[in-house]
């Protein structure tokens, strides 16, 4: 599994933004393979750690795909959650990127 491999070496060379990007595609490959509960737990860490490093780019697409396997779960509440987060990113990055067109 590539993820893993990318996880481990980013682990190994400190590099923080690939470690969670590694947690979030191996979350979903586990959670393709059956493993549901486990797969979120590995996305929702990788979200968190993508946050920490300020990174927002992706983020909609992880939120949106965390909340289908919680939903999956049987945890609509927290679907739902994660779905309004996702607009409210989406609204977010848009006004960044309306804001830096206007200004050019």
Do not use: C
Not at 7 to 28: C, K, M, P, T
Not at 43 to 48: E, F, M, N, S
Not at 58 to 73: I, K, N, Q, R, W
């Amino acid at each position: 599994m590539h993820s893993a491999v990318v996880v481990r070496l980013a682990d190994e060379h400190g590099l923080n933004l690939r470690r969670a990007l590694g947690s979030v595609y191996s979350g979903w490959s586990r959670a393709e393979n059956g493993a549901v509960g486990e797969g979120a737990a590995m996305i929702r860490d990788g979200i968190a750690k993508y946050r920490a490093g300020g990174s927002a780019l992706s983020l909609p697409l992880y939120l949106v795909s965390l909340a289908s396997l919680e939903g999956t779960l049987g945890n609509q509440s927290e679907a739902l959650k994660l779905s309004w987060r996702h607009a409210r990113q989406t609204r977010k990055d848009l006004s960044v990127v309306q804001r830096g067109f206007y200004a050019a």
